[in-house]
């Protein structure tokens, strides 16, 4: 499995990510400055969380339209599969890669905490080594990671299983006080329609090591490693 991160000015997760990748596949992935407009071969391509260009405009604005992204969205159009987590979805989002967008939290504040995500479905390269309904504990970061769409498209995600996490309770209940930014039904992560593209807010790659305090995430990079060998 060979994979590559997409590093922007203001990128601050690529090397966690680069760790987790390590961890599940045993090799270390390219780190792609976003100014290349190439990629190398690889099975998939991550776009790690942070805060590039400043968040200035609106968040992942101007970083979808790097150089890179071009290339990004032809691969994932290819089938490769694509995960952006936390800034990596607002671009993703923005790129047009996957529907909706991430607004302000509802808090009007950063938001840095433990929180508790409902894996809604184990049928994706993402998430078959979980199972559906299972409960995970990873950390949130992020001032905009408040999910909006309008219901038609919510609609549509739901009933195509595009859904692929729900901010919970710690016994898995879907309720307002467990949703830390006011995502429009809760939703933490989604795919686009053919599930070769993830996005999601919660850090994956800060929960693969014991010593980061949950492994919870691990479980992610090791369905891709699994999938994509």
Known sequence: MKTAVIVFPGSNREHDVADALRRSTGKAPALVWHRDSELPDVDLVVLPGGF?????????????????????IRRAEKGVAVVGICNGFQILCESGLLPGVLLS????????????????????????????????????????????????????????????????????????????????????????????????????????????????GRGLFDSLADALV
């Open 52 to 72: 590039a260009y400043g968040d200035y405009l609106r968040t992942g604005a101007i970083a979808a339209r790097s150089p890179v992204m071009n290339e990004v």
């Open 105 to 216: 939290n509802a808090s009007l504040k950063f938001v840095c905490r433990d929180v508790h995500l409902r894996v809604e479905t184990s049928q994706s390269l993402f998430t078959a080594r979980y199972q559906t309904g299972e409960v995970l504990r990873v950390p949130v970061a992020h001032h905009d990671g408040n999910y909006f769409a309008d219901d038609a498209t919510l609609d549509r995600l739901e009933d195509k299983g595009q859904v692929a996490f729900r901010y919970c309770a710690a016994d898995g209940a879907v309720q307002t006080a467990a949703n830390p930014n006011g995502s429009a039904r809760n939703i933490a992560g989604v795919f686009n329609a053919t599930k070769n593209v993830l996005g999601l807010m919660p850090h994956p790659e800060n929960a693969t090591d014991s010593l980061l305090g949950s492994t919870d």
